[in-house]
């Protein structure tokens, strides 16, 4: 993925940011049918973060890109990559609006979609337009207004899911630096799109032209067998993306892994061999903010001391498409904004 000379990808800021309300499971016990144990053992989840009304997908990029911004030092990029699940709008893509309230107007810009894979496939295409010379500085955002999308009478996905967004900066640098991103595996599996998806309530139904069902407008997810899938994916690209950085579990100082479910986080840990010590963790108060998970967990784990420069970093993520995927890096001395 990355080559000699400048065109490797090197990590200069990382911020986030969460919309202010919260919902803890006390309140989601008063209107559904479960119990804040069951949440808490089966999830790890005690509360997520959830936009007001009027707050969309691009004001939580907004501010997360602001924050990664202040945090690498500068303000000019030469392309704004966002990840998310849920675009303002169907059509355009909602990163050259993200990029033009950051004062980015006439950079490349545009979406990427993979879901709680988002961030990964956003980290890529970006180290890839510096591989490729297409850009020197990159944006990478993935911001998710998830919650817009549950239903909220769905108690197999309303613990799950909240809402927020983080960001970095990549700059071209080189192979050796501290917070160059090292090799990143992607992977799909299209025949099980079904196991997470929203009905049809995009180009399909459109091109159908019927009436969209109310149970076809929110996502849905078959828990138990998403759960192995994700388990045995991440496991595996991490296994193998180790291999590609030539590193062992036991050189791998965090593990920042995609925050589904605090389960599957310690079956992949227990897999890979990373011990609960090295692995990163801020599900408890975030709850899983799909392709946004990764990149606030880093700038949590940053900002208290979990994660510290110099420090050998394993990222992976696992979500609907099905899409996964894994990295190495070697945490630079940066500030986090949050
Ligand atoms: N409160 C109480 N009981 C609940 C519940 C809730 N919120 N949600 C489900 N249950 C019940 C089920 O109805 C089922 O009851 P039954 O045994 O009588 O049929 C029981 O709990 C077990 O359900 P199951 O779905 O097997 O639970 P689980 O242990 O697999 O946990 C998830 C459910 C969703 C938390 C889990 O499957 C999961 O995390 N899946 C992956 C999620 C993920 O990775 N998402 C990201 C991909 S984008």
Redesign the pocket.
Known sequence: MTRAGTSTAVITGVGAYLPPNTVSNHELVER????DE??RS??GIARRHVISPGTTTADLAVEAGRRALKSAGHDRVDAVVLATTTPDRPCPATAPEVASRLGLTGVAAFDVSA??TGFLYGLATGAGLIAAGTAQHVLVIAAEAFTTLIDPED??TA??FGDGAGAVVLRAGRADEPGAVGPTLLGSDGENADL?AVGTSGGARRADGGPLPREERYFR?A??Q??RH?VTRMSVVCADALTAADWTAADVDLLVAHQ??A??TSAVADFVGIPPERRASNIELVG?T?GASVPVLLADAAADGTLRPGHRVLLTA???GLTWGAATLVWPDVSPVL
């Open positions: 559904l049918d479960t119990t069951w949440i089966r999830t879901v709680c108690r197999a613990p799950i997470v997810m828990g138990r998403v759960f994700a589904a479910n389960r599957i899983n799909a696992f979500g609907g």
